[in-house]
């Protein structure tokens, strides 16, 4: 089975502008969660989607949304970007919700 | 609400020699553990992972974690490290049961000195 795929790897944008970053899981995994990873932060929960509802959130801003459609497939959007957004984000898929999740490679934004 | 602590950010060992990574969490209910690792500029991938039955979990390539439920721990082991080890870890704990998302610890970087 191929892996959690995200897309794009790599991002540059500047302040105010949006992002939208994009998430597919493995075949089968209905859950997908987000990540936002900094070296001052660590790994910080974003939220997370199962059956294309929205289960659980983390402590982030209204900037920062997704969606699930229904082939499972996921988005990030964060809008008016600012400085501290740079960071590595990750997407997790399961097989359902609290199955084990298994990680794509990430996609590193750097706001400028 | 769970949460975890790894006591050490860098952890700096000689290869061949034996390694504990220290993970503790705090929950009052049953809980999920698991072990993550990070390699550079890469995402992460489930090192091993405790759900039930045995407290004492092992992985392929010679790592292991044991469950201890009274000293709320999930110490990371291995023997005898190599320089292909050197990696994040991360440790992280689930509430059992549905829609419970995941906390990770803060991570402990490895480092195998020669």
């Known amino acids: 089975k191929a892996g959690v795929t995200q897309t794009p790897r790599y991002l540059i944008k500047t302040r105010g502008q949006q992002v939208t970053l994009s998430c597919s899981p493995i075949?089968?995994?209905?859950?997908v969660s987000w990540y936002q990873q900094t070296p001052g932060q660590g790994l910080q929960f974003l939220f997370e989607?199962?059956?294309?509802?929205?289960?659980n959130k983390g402590n982030f801003p209204g900037r920062f949304s997704g969606r699930q459609f229904s082939n499972s497939r996921s988005e990030m959007n964060v809008s008016t970007l600012e400085l501290g957004d740079s960071a590595l984000y990750l997407c997790?898929?399961?097989?359902?919700?609290?199955?084990?999740?298994?990680f794509g490679p990430g996609t590193r934004l750097l706001v400028l | 609400a769970q949460s975890v602590t790894q006591l050490d950010s860098q952890v700096p060992v000689f290869e061949e020699a034996p390694v504990e990574l220290r993970c503790n969490y705090s929950?009052?209910?049953?809980?999920?553990l698991f072990w993550y690792v990070q390699y550079p500029n890469q995402g992460l991938q489930l090192l091993l992972k405790?759900?039930?039955?045995?407290?004492l979990v092992e992985s392929i390539n010679g790592f292991e974690a044991e469950f201890n439920k009274s000293q709320t721990s999930f110490h990371l082991r291995k023997p005898s490290v190599h320089i292909s080890d050197t990696a994040e870890y991360f440790c992280a704990v689930s509430l059992s049961g549905g829609y419970q998302k995941v906390t990770f610890g803060t991570g402990t970087k490895l480092q195998v000195i020669p």
């Open positions: 405790y759900l039930s039955g045995s407290t």
């Open positions: 997790a898929s399961s097989l359902g919700p609290a199955g084990t999740q298994y």
């Open positions: 989607y199962f059956s294309e509802t929205q289960r």
């Open positions: 075949s089968g995994h209905r859950s």
């Open positions: 929950s009052s209910v049953s809980v999920y």
